[in-house]
Nanobody, 125 residues
């Protein structure tokens, strides 16, 4: 699976951005999709994930209520709508995927086999 993330940029605190991740190479609906982020000098952490159908979503506590993950299986794309952005949301955001029928955790980075290149999100105060 090849993943291409886009949509990052510079935004003021309180603003919004929508990230997109286009997938190719395999049957998209067979894959769990996730978003992770890595702030400067910190480890990469889980942000959100969505199951193969879009019927179940999972969020880090730090983004719950502000971020929404969704997917369009017809377009082979997963989205991350980010609202009420805070300076602490500043990071490189990565999309990732794993085969839906392998692995058990939506939150664990190590279970995701495929990664996009990352897109920078900068939130100014």
């Amino acid at each position: 699976v090849q993943l291409q993330a886009s949509g990052g940029g510079l935004v003021q605190a309180g603003g919004s951005l929508r990230l997109s991740c286009a997938a190719s190479g395999r049957t998209f609906r067979n894959y769990v999709m996730g978003w992770f982020r890595q702030a400067p000098g910190k480890e990469r952490t889980f942000v959100a994930a969505i199951n193969w159908s879009g019927g179940s979503t999972y969020y880090a506590d730090s983004v719950k209520g502000r971020f929404t993950i969704s997917r369009d299986n017809a377009k082979n794309t997963v989205y991350l709508q980010m609202n009420s952005l805070k300076p602490e949301d500043t990071a490189v955001y990565y999309c990732a995927s794993r085969y839906a029928y392998s692995g058990t955790s939506y939150y664990t980075e190590a279970e995701y086999a495929y990664w996009g290149q990352g897109t920078q999100v900068t939130v100014s105060s």
